[in-house]
C-alpha cells in the first residue's frame, strides 16, 4: 500500500532553517511527484512547492520562492523539504503528499510533521 | 492567481441529512483540474473528489460532486457521524495548486 512517512516534530529558534523527510513505499517512486503543503494551527491548507522525483526538477510557489528548497534522493525514495528564515508564521504542521498525476490533485498523503518556532 | 471561496463557512446539521458545500473560483477552471478533501481533527486530509465529479477510491456514494467554470458543489447525501469534518476544495491551474479556506460541517 502506498505509504509517505514523514519526520518527527521539530522545534526551531527564529531565523533558523529547518529539514523535514519524507520517505515513500508502495509504488515507483520515480513515477510520481511529491508535493509539500502546509497548515498554520487552526487555519487551512497552503501548497509549498512540488518535485519530480524521476528529475529532480522543483517548482515553487511564489511566496516561498527564497526560502523552501528539495531535494530527493532515489536510492531511499525519500524527498527533503528544507525552510529557512524561520519566523513565527512558519509555525506548522507541514505535509508532503503525492500527486494524483493528470487530475491535478493530491491522493495521498503523509501524516504530518509538527514545526515548530519559538525563541 | 485563481481564489477560491467556500460556503458556508460553517455548516450545522444532524445525522441523516443532506449537505451541500460550495466553492466557486475568481475565473473559470477546467474540471478536470478541481478536487475536495475532507480532514479530520489531527488528520491529514482525504481526497474524496477528483476531476470536479468523480469519487477517490474507497469513498462511499453518499459523496458527489458537480460543478463547472466557476461554481462547484460537494453533496453529502445522508450525513454519517463520521462525515462531521473540514472539507477543502481545490484546483490546479497555471502551475499552482490552490486550497479553499474549507466548510466545517459540524453536528446540530
Known amino acids: 500500500q502506498v505509504q509517505l512517512v514523514q519526520s518527527g516534530a521539530e522545534v526551531k529558534k527564529p531565523g533558523a532553517s529547518v529539514k523535514v523527510s519524507c520517505k515513500a513505499s508502495g509504488y515507483t517512486f520515480t513515477n510520481y511527484y511529491i508535493h509539500w503543503v502546509r497548515q498554520a494551527p487552526g487555519q487551512g491548507l497552503e501548497s509549498m512547492a512540488i518535485?519530480?522525483?524521476?528529475?529532480?526538477?522543483?517548482s515553487y510557489t511564489q511566496r516561498f520562492q527564497g526560502r523552501v528548497s528539495l531535494t530527493r534522493d532515489t536510492s531511499t525514495s525519500t524527498v527533503y523539504m528544507e525552510l529557512s528564515s524561520l519566523t513565527s508564521g512558519d509555525t506548522a504542521v507541514y505535509f508532503c503528499a503525492r500527486d494524483h498525476t493528470n487530475w491535478g490533485s493530491i491522493d495521498y498523503w503523509g501524516q504530518g510533521t509538527l514545526v515548530t518556532i519559538s525563541s | 492567481e485563481i481564489v477560491l471561496t467556500q460556503s458556508p463557512g460553517t455548516l450545522s446539521l444532524s445525522p441523516g441529512e443532506r449537505a451541500t458545500l460550495s466553492c466557486r473560483a475568481s475565473q473559470s477552471v477546467s474540471s478536470s483540474y478541481l478536487a475536495w478533501y475532507q480532514q479530520m481533527p489531527g488528520q491529514p486530509p482525504r481526497l474524496l473528489i477528483y476531476g470536479a465529479s468523480s469519487r477517490a477510491t474507497g469513498i462511499p456514494d453518499r459523496f458527489s460532486g458537480s460543478g463547472s467554470e466557476t461554481d462547484f458543489t460537494l453533496t453529502i447525501s445522508r450525513l454519517e457521524p463520521e462525515d462531521f469534518a473540514v472539507y477543502y476544495c481545490?484546483?490546479?491551474?497555471?502551475?499552482?495548486?490552490?486550497f479553499g479556506p474549507g466548510t466545517k460541517v459540524e453536528i446540530k
Open positions: 518535485i519530480n522525483p524521476s528529475d529532480g526538477s522543483t
Open positions: 481545490q484546483v490546479y491551474g497555471s502551475s499552482v495548486f490552490t
